[in-house]
């Protein structure tokens, strides 16, 4: 079945970095696009970065442009966030799915949390 498992989130002072990975299974991944997201207690899971099937095409929210690096590898049917620059508003779950349609289930997610 479809799964989708995040790691690599952890507790960084403003100004950090972390890199996220999102390992998966069931579906064929060098054929489906991937997205990043993430979610605050209280509010929707939103769209932050997404990336093509070859890895060519990235796009990013506002608020992460700049700071967030989208990648993959094929090869390891895995999808990398890598968080620069780290700010406190960048706290929350962070998630992976694939696109431009979700599979309905998702992973545990992995938690950031930027605080000094």
């Known amino acids: 079945q479809v799964q989708f498992v995040e790691a690599g989130g952890g507790l960084v002072q403003p100004g950090g970095s972390l890199r996220l990975s999102c390992v998966v299974s069931?579906?064929?991944?060098?054929?489906?696009?991937m997205r990043w997201y993430r979610q605050t207690p209280g509010t929707e899971r939103r769209l932050i970065a997404t990336i093509s099937d070859g890895g060519l095409i990235t796009t990013y929210s506002d608020s992460v442009k700049g700071r967030f690096t989208i990648s993959r590898d094929n090869d390891k049917n895995t999808a990398y966030l890598q968080l620069d620059s780290l700010k406190p508003a960048d706290t929350a779950v962070y998630y992976c799915n694939t696109g431009p349609t979700p599979f309905s289930t998702w992973g545990q997610g992995t938690q950031v949390t930027v605080s000094s």
């Open positions: 069931g579906f064929t991944f060098s054929q489906t696009g």
